[in-house]
Nanobody, 122 residues
Framework: VQLQASGGGLVQAGGSLRLSCAAS????????VGWFRQAPGKEREFVAA????????YYEESVEGRFTISRDYAKNTVYLQMNSLKPEDTAVYYC????????????????WGQGTLVTVSS
């Protein structure tokens, strides 16, 4: 499975962005997909995840109610809609996938995209 993350950019606080994670490989459709982020000088942290069926979603507490993860099986793509962005959301965002049920833990994922930079100005 190969992942391509895109959609990052510069946005003012309160604005919105939609990140995309496009995948190659049929196995993607039966894997959970997670989004993680890493700010300068900080460790990579969990942001959101969606299970293989799309029936379950998980969010880090600070993004709950502002971010929405979804997946489009026809396009083999997972999206992260980010609304009400804050300067503290600034980071490189990575998508990852793999046959895991422990979706909040980065070490559980086998495949990673290259990352897309999100910068939120105050």
């Amino acid at each position: 499975v190969q992942l391509q993350a895109s959609g990052g950019g510069l946005v003012q606080a309160g604005g919105s962005l939609r990140l995309s994670c496009a995948a190659s490989g049929r196995a993607f459709g039966v894997y959970a997909v997670g989004w993680f982020r890493q700010a300068p000088g900080k460790e990579r942290e969990f942001v959101a995840a969606i299970n293989w069926s799309g029936g379950w979603t998980y969010y880090e507490e600070s993004v709950e109610g502002r971010f929405t993860i979804s997946r489009d099986y026809a396009k083999n793509t997972v999206y992260l809609q980010m609304n009400s962005l804050k300067p503290e959301d600034t980071a490189v965002y990575y998508c990852a996938t793999g046959p895991t049920l422990r979706v909040r833990h980065s070490y559980e994922y086998d495949y990673w995209g290259q990352g897309t930079l999100v910068t939120v100005s105050s």
